[in-house]
C-alpha cells in the first residue's frame, strides 16, 4: 500500500508541474523555464520549513510567491520571443537556476547539527512530514487537496474571459492584438501564474523527497513539463492529468519491470500516442462534460 500512497504522491506533484506549463502554453508559449521554477519553489520551501520551523503550508505558499515573483521579471524579456529563441531563452534560465544552486551553499545550526543547501551534495534533512508525526497517507491526502484546489481554479479560469483571453493569444496573436489585448500583460500573467503553481509543487516535492539536489532540475524534468499538457491536450485541465498518470502511472513506473527497454519503448509509446492524438488525449476542445453550462459560448469579444 506505500508503493501505491508513493506513486499517488509522484503524480499529484508532476500534475501541478505539468498544469504550471499548461496555463503558459494556452497563450501559445512554449517556456522550458518550468524546472527551474520547480527548484526555486523546492529550495525555497524547504528553507522555510528546515532552516527557519515555518509549518508547510505557510511554507509553501511563501515558495509560490516567490517563484511567481520571479516568474514575472523573467517573463518581461522572455516572451518578447517567440519559437524557438523563447525556448532557447527559458531553457537557458533553467540552466542558471540549476546552476545557482549547484553553487549555493548555505546552512544554519539548528537541532544541534547544520542544515540547508550546500552546494553539489543538496538540501537534506527536509523533514517536516516524519518530525510531525504524518503518516503517509497524510502526506498523500494533503497533496491531493493542493492538486484538487490548483485544478479546480485553472477550470475555474478556463470557463471564464481570463480563459477566453489566453486561448484568443494562443491561437492569433494577430487578432487578438487587433481587438486590443494586451499580449505582454497576458503572457507575462500566464507565466507568473505558472511560476506559482510550479513553485507550489516543487514545495511538496522537497519534502516527500527529504533531499533535493540540482541535478533533478535538469532539462529531462522540464521537457516532462510541457510534455504532460501537450500529451493530454490543452482542451481542459484534465487531459493533463490523464497524460501524467499515463506517463508516470504506466510508461514510468508500469513498465519498470522491462528495465533498459522501458526508455526505448516510452518514446516509442509517446511517438506513436503523438502520431493518432496529435492535439492530445483529450483533444483541444474542452469535452463537454468538463464544461460550466453557457462556458462554450464565450466569445472573443467577451474577453475586451
Known amino acids: 500500500m506505500d508503493f501505491y500512497l508513493g506513486l499517488l504522491q509522484i503524480i499529484g506533484v508532476h500534475t501541478l508541474l505539468g498544469l504550471s506549463a499548461y496555463i503558459v502554453l494556452l497563450t501559445g508559449q512554449v517556456s522550458m523555464a518550468q524546472a527551474g521554477f520547480y527548484a526555486i519553489g523546492a529550495y525555497v520551501a524547504a528553507m522555510c520549513t528546515a532552516m527557519f520551523g515555518f509549518h508547510i503550508l505557510p511554507a509553501i505558499i511563501v515558495a509560490g510567491l516567490v517563484t511567481a515573483a520571479i516568474a514575472c521579471v523573467v517573463g518581461f524579456p522572455a516572451l518578447r520571443v517567440k519559437g524557438l529563441m523563447l525556448v532557447v531563452a527559458t531553457l537557458a534560465f533553467g540552466e542558471m537556476v540549476r546552476l545557482f544552486f549547484f553553487n549555493l551553499t548555505w546552512q544554519v545550526e539548528r537541532g544541534g547539527g547544520l542544515i540547508g543547501p550546500n552546494g553539489a551534495e543538496g538540501f537534506r534533512a527536509i523533514r517536516f512530514f516524519p518530525e510531525n508525526g504524518w503518516e503517509i497517507w497524510h502526506v498523500t491526502g494533503f497533496i491531493w487537496i493542493v492538486v484538487a484546489v490548483v485544478m479546480g481554479a485553472l477550470w475555474w479560469i478556463d470557463n471564464t474571459r481570463a480563459g477566453a483571453v489566453l486561448r484568443a493569444v494562443g491561437h492569433d496573436e494577430t487578432a ?114 468538463f464544461k460550466r453550462r453557457g462556458a462554450d459560448k464565450l466569445e472573443l469579444k467577451e474577453a475586451e
Open 176 to 289: 487578438a492584438q487587433s481587438i486590443g489585448l494586451n499580449l505582454t500583460a497576458v503572457k507575462v500573467g500566464a507565466m507568473t501564474l505558472g511560476g506559482l503553481i510550479a513553485g507550489m509543487g516543487g514545495g511538496i516535492y522537497a519534502h516527500t523527497v527529504t533531499h533535493i539536489e540540482h541535478a533533478v532540475f535538469g532539462v529531462l524534468l522540464a521537457t516532462f513539463a510541457i510534455a504532460y499538457p501537450i500529451l493530454g491536450g490543452l482542451g481542459s485541465v484534465f487531459g493533463t492529468l490523464i497524460a501524467v498518470i499515463f506517463i508516470q502511472g504506466f510508461l514510468v513506473e508500469g513498465l519498470r519491470f522491462i528495465g533498459d527497454w522501458r526508455s526505448l519503448l516510452f518514446g516509442a509509446l509517446i511517438v506513436l500516442a503523438m502520431n493518432f492524438r496529435p492535439t492530445g488525449l483529450l483533444g483541444e476542445r474542452m469535452p463537454r462534460l
